[in-house]
């Protein structure tokens, strides 16, 4: 989610934070900052912004700050709004140890208790600030151990850490070196001759050098200008081998990804795992969403729900209906937020009403926002983006945690929402008489989700030759029932966005009241028919669809073998409950919409007319 950066060499000029900054800025840019050690004031230069790197740059010209080891941060926020506070590096109670960090730490709290016990002043409402800490505890040998090097601080106190770091830590009393660790998150080093850099992204360091080792979860490494050596949490030497880039910065922040947008869908695993870490109490079959704690009795008396959200936002809030409505026993309603205004919505304090949105920012949805606000509904957000409008707005909220995404056709940020709405839907039923047996096995195959989602990417080829077989068409329909009834608009939404062919998408059942017209031998259909409720009511709707001569392209569910022998082309999907199957059946939905596009040569990121973040009505 975060950019992180660090230099230790021969240049004494901190322009070369600043350059790696801005070619992290893609990532997510709501903060920012670096820590610069001099070594003939022998002091730590910091400076950071609430804001882009270029006032950044600015700050340190003015400021004339100068030094050969560095480490600098471009936050995309997670815990804590996006202030200079929470903006990194952040550092201990000495401001000795300057640390900044890309990851969650799950268990922060805890050791944020704890250490403030002890004495320890905490400035920033950020899980990182602990690691600085907890790093002086072994540094200093405030916690009666002895004084350790930076490099043994750093590895005793990650191992007191619960979650996912990539962390680069500076030190005025042990200077002239970088330590950084991985755990989850990715870091790399840089070797050029009398420099060494560490980044979590290869855009950084591809103008210094081509040359860079990958570390891997565990690797500690500590770095000088004169060399670099990697050990692993028990100390034991590592040998990671030499990779050679041959990308451009352009490549190299797509990762090797010809597009954001392939990129993010297949950041899917690693993003539902986000959206989920820390939020599952399996064993007592329950959510914990710290976000709603604050309005928790309020959630209890609630009658009702309306969800409201835009675009891609909006069909994932059509799902929400189905999983509230069947698991929590709660009435839900779901409303376009463009239209919300418009009919007079019968909302009030016993309501809840959800606003779903990547970005925060839609003005559709903040119209609906202020419109339930006024009507005294208990407004929460569904959020990607931490600290903006819509997030300020609410009462309280879940975030995504989906990480920043940057292809304008939304895709792991859909999959987030759906899961936060599975997550909501185990916390809004158990408060309300959801049986524990039940809440233990949703708890148990969300958690299956990020591995589930792997084997689809694995049929990304098979389904790139089904995209190549029917790119030429000129309008496709998807077709859906009940839980993947929104997944067909949405699979029909994907294509049309960013390959400009018409596609519509409905509820299977509604085929035969008019869209039926329309199939020929060159109009495809995709349908979703996962061995469901409803699996038998959509065979009956493919049946009549080939009985036309209309091509089908079948979504269904691994091992449903028998579908192959009546429909053109098949995908599997591994099986999992009902109301998780769209997090799965969207995924080849995704794929297939971004192959026909790229095959027919589409600007696939920026599609035309499009914005990613709507602020105007
Ligand atoms: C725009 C984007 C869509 C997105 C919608 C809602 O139209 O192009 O991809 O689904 O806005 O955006 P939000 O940020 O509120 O989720």
């Not at 941060?73 to 640390?99: E, F, M, Q, Y």
């Not at 979860?217 to 000088?224: E, K, N």
């Not at 949405?490 to 519509?504: D, M, P, R």
């Amino acid at each position: 989610m975060c950019g992180i950066f660090g230099y230790v060499g021969k240049e004494n000029n901190s322009s070369i934070g600043i350059e790696a900054l801005k070619r992290l800025e893609y990532r997510g840019y709501d903060s920012c900052g670096i820590a610069v050690f001099n070594a003939v004031k022998k002091n730590i230069g910091v400076e950071k912004v609430a804001g882009r790197i270029s006032e950044l740059e600015k700050k340190i010209a003015v400021k004339g700050i100068k030094g050969s080891a560095m480490i600098g941060h471009s936050r995309w926020a997670t815990h804590g709004g996006p202030t200079v506070k929470n903006a990194h590096p952040h550092w201990d109670c000495h401001k000795d140890i300057h640390l900044v960090h890309n990851g969650i730490i799950e268990n922060y709290k805890q050791i944020k208790d704890r250490l403030s016990k002890k004495g320890h002043k905490f400035i920033s409402e950020t899980d990182t600030e602990v690691l600085c800490h907890l790093i002086e505890e072994y540094a200093t040998g405030s916690n009666g151990s002895k004084s350790y090097t930076l490099e043994e601080a750093v590895r005793r106190a990650l191992g007191h850490v619960r979650g996912t770091y990539g962390i680069a830590v500076i030190s005025k009393s042990d200077p002239n070196k970088i330590v950084a660790a991985r755990m989850s998150s990715p870091l790399l080093i840089g070797v050029n001759d009398g420099e060494y850099v560490i980044a979590s992204d290869p855009a950084a360091v591809i103008t210094h050098t081509n040359k860079v080792i990958y570390l891997e979860d565990g690797d500690i490494a500590v770095l000088t200008k004169s060399g670099f050596r990697i050990a692993d949490l028990n100390r034991a030497a590592q040998k990671r081998v030499e990779q050679e880039l041959d990308w451009d910065v352009e490549e190299a922040q797509k990762g090797g990804y010809p597009h954001f947008m392939l990129k993010e869908i297949f950041e899917q695993p690693e993003s539902l795992q986000n959206s989920i870490r820390g939020r599952l109490i399996q064993d007592e079959g329950m959510a914990r969403l710290g976000g709603l704690e604050p309005v928790k009795e309020r959630i209890k008396s609630i009658e009702r729900v309306n969800i409201l959200g835009c675009g891609t936002a909006y069909h994932a809030g059509l799902i929400g209906e189905y999983m509230f409505e069947e698991y929590a026993g709660v009435p839900c309603e779901v409303d376009f937020s463009a239209e919300f205004r418009y009919r007079k919505p019968i909302i009030d304090k016993n309501t809840a009403a959800i606003f779903v949105s990547q970005s925060g920012e839609t003005a559709d949805t903040l119209g609906a926002l202020r419109e339930a606000k006024e009507k005294g509904a208990l407004c929460l957000g569904i959020v990607n983006t931490v600290g903006s409008s819509i997030v300020r707005m609410t009462d309280a909220g879940v975030y995504n945690h989906a990480g920043p995404e940057i292809g304008v056709a939304s895709t792991k940020a859909f999959t987030s929402q759906l899961v936060v709405l599975a997550l909501l839907t185990l916390y809004l039923g158990r408060l309300r008489g959801m049986s524990y047996v039940l809440g233990e096995r949703i708890a148990k195959e969300i958690a299956k989700l990020p591995e589930l989602t792997k084997t689809v990417l694995k049929q990304d080829n098979h389904i790139k030759e089904i995209a190549e077989k029917y790119k030429g068409a000129k309008s496709f329909l998807f077709i859906g029932r009940k839980y993947n009834y929104p997944i067909a608009l949405e699979g029909a939404l994907k294509l049309k966005e960013i390959s400009y062919i018409h596609a519509e998408g409905l509820s299977a059942g509604e085929l035969k009241h008019g869209h039926i017209a329309l199939i020929d031998k060159n109009v495809p259909t995709i349908a979703i028919a996962t061995r469901d409720s409803v699996y038998e009511k959509m065979l009956s709707n493919i049946q009549e669809i080939k009985a036309r001569g209309g091509p089908v392209i079948a979504i269904t569910t691994k091992g449903n073998t028998k579908l192959a022998d009546i429909v053109d082309d098949i995908i599997y999907v591994p099986k999992n409950l009902e109301m998780l199957s769209p997090i799965l059946t969207v995924i080849p939905l995704q794929l297939f919409a971004y192959h026909v596009a790229a095959l027919n040569g589409r600007d696939v990121d920026k599609p035309r007319n499009l914005a990613k973040s709507v602020t105007v009505e």
